[in-house]
């Protein structure tokens, strides 16, 4: 980040010895904003949106009663900063001008049309590293409430609530960022920014055979080959690496990329990326690790013969997770899933999805169908649920389907019960886990757990092909 630039931002609201919160929380909120847009735009507006992030966080880092949560006040007076253009109304340029601050809301409302945030700050947010430490500037400068030589500070000094705020910003996490969650789970409130792009067979398959030789393909450098590898614009590479992150299939670090352990799995047993399992591997991995609005969607929708409107399953998905995206770019990326399940498709075979067009409304209708799954399949995603999430050794079963571990596998809450129960006579399965079904306390026993138990499980259902297609 330019000096000049960290300087300013550094010493925000510092006036006569004197520190006030403000100007940087304004900031702070703003960047929100952006990301929330996907840093499309260079326009911040006094929304509601904003107001409520600002109050947010002004009552998350500021505990002096002395210091009043007024929005409006700080977004008017960051015009004196570089970055910070206030953009009046039509007909207000005059009136902007001779302005010298502002008394309420209905002031700057009718005043100011929004904010243009400047070039310089703009490219600062759109690169992964920059922005990282830009955020981790503000977030320190919040907790201690004095300006910082952030240049100092490192990842392994943020706090709990650090890393909270932290993860607002970091989508998709990168492996070697492993502070950001301390229990070792793939990140928290991921994001799966795929535009309208589904998960191509031929774009894994390129994938899988390509990073192992080249683990720089996806950088800058090597973009010319990128493309021509991949069929694929600079939007739809975003995309690739997107899906491949949230997946679990890889793990990126600056300008490299890896195969995870699961990717190099996937290449072992199927260098087509045509089987079921691998399918299915994906699937799973996009529900544990929490990625939205995958994971929201096939939570929280109900299997059955009911058919709902793609525009109110995304309305649905907003209503109750209105932090996690703007909702242009929540319809942006469940149009990326609804692609993927389409006939054509890898995803779509799972059957998991059925999409269909009303002939009188012209709306796109989806509806969840229950599919049949191995025992395997079952107890590879119990072991991942443990141990994304859990780590002990037994989960009550009523946990475990409140997480959506039923939904995921296409199955019911009764189905699912039911698989547990056979899980106990197949000897194939049976020494990994126990089901205790006492009535109204059932429960999962890990008798085995852990990476290794969960790889041997993998290499199994690909080399006796126990994962067939729906």
Same mark, same amino acid.
């Given at each position: ?168 910003? @970091?989508?998709?996490? +990168?492996?070697? =960022? #492993?502070?950001?969650? &301390? $229990? ?6 991921? !994001? *799966? %920014? ?113 058919? @709902?409107?793609?525009? +109110?399953?995304? =309305? #649905?998905?907003?209503? &109750? $997770? ?6 242009? !770019? *929540? %319809? ?139």
């Amino acid at each position: 980040m330019p000096d000049e630039l960290s300087l300013e931002i550094k010493n925000l609201g510092a006036n006569n010895n004197q520190w006030k919160p403000h100007k940087l929380i304004a900031l702070y909120s703003a960047i929100i904003m952006l990301q929330r847009a996907d840093f499309n735009t260079d326009k911040v507006y006094f929304s509601t949106e904003y107001k409520n992030t600002f109050k947010k966080h002004f009552k998350k880092y500021i505990k002096n009663e002395n210091d009043k949560s007024r929005p409006h006040t700080p977004f008017f007076h960051l015009k004196t900063s570089s970055f910070w253009e206030l953009i009046p109304r039509s007909g207000m340029e005059q009136e902007l001008q001779n302005t010298t601050t502002v008394g309420g809301i209905g002031d700057l409302n009718r005043i100011v049309d929004h904010v243009k945030i400047s070039d310089e700050l703009l490219q600062v947010l759109l690169n992964d590293e920059k922005r990282d430490f830009l955020i981790n500037v503000i977030v320190n400068i919040l907790n201690s409430k004095v300006s910082v030589d952030a240049s100092k500070e490192c990842y392994s000094d943020l706090n709990n609530e650090e890393i909270t705020a932290y993860n607002e910003f @970091i989508c998709p996490v +990168k492996a070697k =960022d #492993k502070i950001i969650n &301390k $229990n070792d789970n793939i990140g928290n409130k991921m !994001s *799966l %920014k795929t535009d309208t792009f589904p998960l191509k067979r031929l774009w894994l398959e390129h994938a899988i055979s390509t990073i192992p030789k080249n683990k720089m393909i996806f950088s800058s450098a090597h973009i010319s080959d990128a493309r021509k590898i991949f069929l694929a614009g600079s939007n739809q590479l975003t995309a690739i690496q997107n899906w491949l992150t949230c997946s679990s299939i890889i793990e990126r670090q600056k300008n490299t990329v890896e195969l995870t352990p699961l990717g190099k799995k996937i290449s072992e047993h199927d260098t087509h990326a045509d089987k079921a399992l691998t399918w299915w591997l994906i699937h799973l991995n996009l529900c544990i690790n929490d990625i939205f609005p995958y994971t929201a969607f096939f939570m929280g929708f109900e299997i059955g013969d009911s058919w @709902i409107e793609k525009d +109110k399953i995304i =309305d #649905k998905l907003y209503s &109750k $997770n209105p932090d996690r995206l703007a909702l242009e !770019s *929540l %319809k942006t990326y469940f149009d990326g899933i609804d692609a993927s399940f389409r006939p054509g498709n890898m995803m779509y075979m799972l059957g998991l999805l059925e999409r269909r067009r009303d002939r009188e409304s012209g709306k796109i209708l989806i509806k969840r169908n229950s599919v049949e799954v191995c025992n395997e399949l079952v107890v590879y995603a119990l072991m991942l649920l443990q141990y994304r999430h859990a780590k002990d050794v037994t989960m009550q079963t009523p946990t475990i389907i409140k997480m959506g571990l039923p939904h995921f596998l296409g199955l019911t809450h009764k189905m699912f019960r039911e698989k547990l129960s056979n899980i106990q006579s197949d000897s194939n399965v049976n020494k990994l886990i126990k089901y205790d079904n006492k009535q109204n306390l059932d429960s999962v026993e890990f008798i085995k757990k852990g990476t290794k138990v969960m790889e041997s499980l993998v290499d199994y259902m690909y080399e006796n092909e126990v994962v067939q297609w729906n």
